[in-house]
């Protein structure tokens, strides 16, 4: 936890975007932990099998069980935060993925249609890709100042090479969809700037190019559900504007396919609403880690067990018991 709210006393749930992961990381959470199995008996009986099993057999990144995975992690954890330890949030956000966690937190969707939503827009999403942008991936960077960034884009400018800004979550972290084919000059000149190159995700997002899948998205799936208002205040991820509305979450639901994210506006949005403490619920590897959200909130990440966490909890199971063994036994 990193001290930092001052007079600040509001907190917020927050539900990081995705990032890749094994099943071997998120598969035992899943199949052990009562508040993941009651969310995943949902999404089975929602979708008609088994995602627990499809999952495990996946062999792509981003696949829909893996969403779904994803989508029940992060709402077990939100249901593990507001009953183990007790937080009562007063503002909900959710970059990137994060938005369908977040929808169903606020009651703007129950679960089970967030689950078949999911299901629905990952299909949607790779049926547009197989025939649009087939070559393109989001590519994450660190350590790249906003001027070297200016001026590696202007030499894809000079070569009349195509790209499109997809986020930023930090001074010198963003996120650029290019053609497959030009990772590697892209790779080379971010080291060359001093940066460096973590992953690239496929299929793209968050590009301004994608507005036909938003357009798909709208008219193919967002049709056949009602999107309710907020029960809580909710942060849009690519401005920091505040919903309150059942429009407004159905605008920022959309806008995700072709607006870029930006964490730092959410970040400010945060900070207005008198937020002081951040919980980030779901299996998150970076939101909670960036630099300007640990100088921004108390930030309380509850995300996967580590190994030494569950031997932690294991050793004190069995404390508990003999402790109890003991009572019942001179009782």
């Not at 009953?83 to 990137?96: E, I, K, Q, R």
């Not at 089970?112 to 989001?138: G, I, K, Q």
């Not at 496929?202 to 938003?214: E, K, M, Q």
């Not at 193919?220 to 509305?245: K, M, N, Q």
């Amino acid at each position: 936890m990193t001290h930092s709210s001052g007079a600040r006393t509001g907190t917020a749930i927050v539900f990081p975007g995705m990032g890749p992961a094994s099943f071997a990381e998120v598969g035992r959470f899943l199949l052990l932990d009562p508040y993941a199995r009651r969310r995943l008996a949902e999404a089975d009986e929602v979708l008609g099998y088994s995602v627990f099993d499809r999952f495990r057999n996946s062999e792509e990144d981003y696949s829909v069980d893996f969403q779904i995975a994803f989508l029940v992690n992060s709402m077990a954890l939100a249901d593990r935060a507001v009953d183990v330890l007790g937080v009562s949030p007063t503002v909900c956000a959710g970059p990137s993925f994060g938005q369908k966690a977040t929808a169903a937190f606020v009651g703007s969707l129950p679960f089970p249609e967030v689950v078949r939503l999911t299901a629905e827009l990952a299909r949607c999403e790779e049926e547009y890709f197989s025939t649009a942008y087939e070559d393109v991936v989001t590519h994450c960077f660190v350590r790249t100042p906003q001027d070297r960034l200016d001026e590696i884009l202007a030499g894809f400018d000079d070569r009349g090479a195509w790209y499109d800004l997809s986020g930023r979550l930090d001074a010198g972290f963003h996120m650029i969809s290019v053609r497959e084919g030009e990772l590697d000059t892209l790779n080379a000149a971010i080291s060359a700037a001093g940066g460096y190159s973590m992953y690239s995700m496929r299929p793209p997002v968050h590009a301004a190019a994608f507005s036909a899948l938003r357009r798909k998205a709208e008219e193919e799936v967002f049709g056949t559900y009602e999107i309710a208002a907020p029960s809580l205040p909710v942060v849009c991820d690519h401005d920091g504007t505040v919903v309150r509305d059942a429009a407004g979450m159905r605008e920022m639901m959309l806008d995700t396919f072709d607006r870029p994210i930006r964490w730092p506006a959410m970040v400010e949005s945060l900070q207005g609403l008198g937020v002081g403490t951040l919980y980030v619920t779901g299996p998150d590897n970076l939101f909670h880690r960036l630099d300007v959200t640990k100088d921004s909130f108390d930030v309380v990440p509850v995300g996967l067990p580590r190994k030494r966490t569950r031997e932690r909890e294991r050793q004190q199971a069995l404390e508990r018991s003999r402790a109890d063994r003991a009572r019942r036994a001179t009782a």
